[in-house]
């Protein structure tokens, strides 16, 4: 594989899908959320930039797969995490490690979304 960012898609599985789109628009101040659904698959995709850096992904409500921790761990980019890790209590997450230094490479914030998923935030300041 010769890309810089081998991550091309991510889905962050959901029991509600409301209220998981809310808590994601709340905390990353980000736009619209676009409706990918097909089948029984419920899928509402992050805001992306065609051609853009980074990963895009989805929220998915599946039959077949359930929130919660222990799964796979998706790092949001941040100016500085400790912004969004101060709206996560308020739209009903929780603060799972506060904002800390690894290093050289910045900081970062594990919160847990309304759904049970734990999520990390990352930012250089």
Known sequence: MNQANVVGWFEIYVNDMNRAVNFYKAILQCGEFTDFSFGDEQLMGFPWVEDGAYASGALVKSKDAAP??????????????????????????????????????????HIEDTEGNVMGIHSKQ
Not at 77 to 92: I, Q
Not at 96 to 106: D, F, L, P, S, V
């Open 68 to 109: 919660g921790r222990g799964g796979t761990m998706v790092y949001f980019n941040s100016a500085d995490c400790g912004v969004e890790e101060d709206r996560v209590v308020e739209n009903g997450g929780k603060v799972i490690q506060a904002k800390h230094a690894i290093g050289e490479h910045g900081y970062i914030s």
